[in-house]
């Protein structure tokens, strides 16, 4: 999952706040402001949990940096 897509996931989610998905995936809230605000990159496992905590599929975010072959992907 990029970075400055956990806000706009976060956000997707009714009532989700900052607070509870730091405490979702086992971090502190200024850590996960830090990602939101692009102040930090998370590491794939915690990429992992994010996406799991947001319902999203992980392949989803990651397609178009990692396409496969016949696939066009893009470059953030």
Do not use: W
């Amino acid at each position: 999952m990029k970075a400055n897509n956990i806000k706009t996931f976060r956000q997707r989610a009714n009532g989700l706040t900052q607070a509870k998905l730091a405490q979702t995936v086992g971090i502190s809230e200024q850590h996960c402001q830090r990602l939101e605000y692009n102040k930090a990159e998370p590491k794939v496992i915690l990429a992992r949990k994010f996406a799991d905590a947001l319902g999203v599929e992980t392949y989803q975010e990651f397609k178009d940096l990692f396409p496969l072959p016949g696939e066009k992907g893009t470059t953030p």
